[in-house]
């Protein structure tokens, strides 16, 4: 079953905005990743947040994570039409092989 | 640097059909190599992955078979396709820490 999912499963803002979204899951995590997909594509790595961290930052990307809650969070802000994508999160378990994904979430950017 | 190479991009095969999906990874040696399904929609999937020659683990009980027979060359494999077997394949390398992806096949099953 899917660890984590992400909310909301679209979301469709101005370009210039803010995009949040944010990512649940239930077990303890080793790390917590996000990826970008573009329609039809394969996975792009965007950033790793680890447990111990709290808050990354990659350009235009933040993430935070808060181990208490189970949750992450992926701003981009100031937003553009090339950020239209899915957006994933996957976590590494401490007591796993494998990477486990959410469902996505879907981002329009509208110009 | 690395590349990831898929092939074919896209393949519609009828009921009962085999398939044979190709990942080969260029720049880079012994890497750990997985192959995904997504449906629509949807996350990802985890099929197969491999750490070494020969060596494969699988994660979902189906039809479909994974191969290693070079280091960086990674097969899915079918000798009957079902209709549920359609989606979109990818293959990845890397860890846990980060993972590369190829461009991905859809496959459409009819």
């Known amino acids: 079953s899917q660890q984590g999912e992400e909310d909301p499963q679209a979301l469709s803002i101005q370009e210039g905005e803010n995009a949040t979204m944010n990512c649940s899951y239930k077990t303890s995590i080793n790390n917590l990743q996000w990826y970008r997909q573009n329609s039809g594509r394969g996975l792009v790595h965007l950033i790793l947040?680890?447990?111990n961290e709290r808050e990354k930052h990659s350009g235009r990307l933040r993430v935070t994570l808060d181990t208490s809650k189970k949750s992450s969070s992926l701003l981009i802000t100031a937003s553009r039409a090339a950020d239209t994508a899915s957006y994933f999160c996957a976590t590494a378990l401490d007591s796993n092989y494998q990477l486990i994904w959410g469902a996505g979430t879907k981002l329009i950017i509208k110009p | 640097s690395q590349t990831i190479h898929q092939w074919p991009a896209t393949l519609v095969q009828p009921v009962g059909s085999p398939l044979s999906l190709e990942c080969t990874v260029e720049g880079t040696s012994n890497p750990n190599l997985y192959w995904y399904r997504q449906a629509a929609g949807r996350g990802l999937q985890l099929l197969f992955y491999s750490v070494g020659i020969g060596q494969i683990s699988s994660e979902v009980p189906q039809n479909l078979s994974a191969s290693r027979p070079q280091d960086r060359q990674f097969i899915l494999s079918s000798k009957k396709l079902l209709l549920s077997d359609s989606g979109f394949y990818l293959c990845a390398w890397g860890s846990l820490s980060e993972q590369y992806f190829g461009p991905g096949t859809r496959l459409t099953v009819t």
């Open positions: 947040i680890r447990s």
